[in-house]
């Protein structure tokens, strides 16, 4: 079975510093996706960044982009800029090519101070 | 984007109701839905796993008849928690999956929020 862990439960941010969430996982498959999710208090799902584990290039969108080592298993996420409107729980996320449903860390909560 | 609409978004019953939960694709067939569940402060929780016309997946734990999930058509699955009790009260939350939608793997519902009194 595949695992996310997420190591930081909670993480601190100045407002336009730059944080990274970190994020392993463990798995014997060789072709996977990881995601980065974001859930406000709202908690509405919302999809930050995708990383598909064949290619070798970082996904980056916008402010966030990801650090993928996958001989590490390691998927790290960068926000750069940080905005008040950031802080979330952020949620590490597998899906195996072969799979259906998502496997979850246990997320970081980000706060993010003025 | 592809929409999912989960009804009701707030539910407060007493304990000994049966709750049921919709979660509709608007705009796309769904294929597959997740039921997920979220204690406060943690994760999502895989519930199971329903494929449109066949019998639900449940995860290790989780009580089939404790928790009823019907996909009876390609836009709508529910989840009846039958004979709530307090220890019920959680956020649940569906999500769908649909053929070659844009690079979402899922896309989620905004959840519902079961409280048992």
């Known amino acids: 079975a595949q695992t996310v862990t997420q190591s930081q439960p909670e993480m601190s941010v100045q407002e336009a510093e730059t944080v990274t969430l970190s994020c392993t996982y463990d798995?014997?498959?060789?072709?996977?996706?990881l995601f980065w999710y974001k859930q406000p208090p709202s908690r509405q799902m919302i999809l930050v960044i995708r990383q598909e584990a064949y290619k070798q290039q970082n996904a980056t969108e916008n402010r966030f982009s990801v650090n993928f080592q996958k001989a590490a298993k390691s998927f790290s996420l960068k926000i750069s800029d940080s905005q008040l409107g950031d802080a979330a729980m952020y949620f590490c996320a597998y899906l195996a090519n072969s799979g259906y449903a998502l496997n979850f860390g246990k997320g970081t909560s980000l706060l993010v101070t003025p | 984007g592809a929409v999912v609409s989960q009804h009701p978004s707030r539910v407060i019953c007493k304990s000994g109701t049966s709750v049921k939960i919709e979660c509709r694709s608007l705009d796309f067939q769904a294929t597959t839905m997740f039921w997920y569940r979220q204690f406060p402060k943690q994760s999502l929780m895989l519930m199971a796993t329903s494929n449109e016309g066949s019998k639900a997946t449940y995860e290790q734990g989780v009580e089939k008849d404790k928790f009823l999930i019907n996909h009876a058509s390609l836009t709508l699955s529910t989840l009846t928690v039958t004979s709530a009790h307090p220890e019920d009260s959680s956020f649940y939350i569906c999500?769908?999956?649909?053929?070659?939608?844009?690079?979402?793997?899922?896309?989620f519902g905004d959840g519902t929020r079961l409280s048992i009194l």
């Open positions: 798995t014997s498959e060789s072709d996977y996706y």
């Open positions: 999500s769908a999956r649909g053929g070659g939608l844009d690079n979402q793997p899922q896309h």
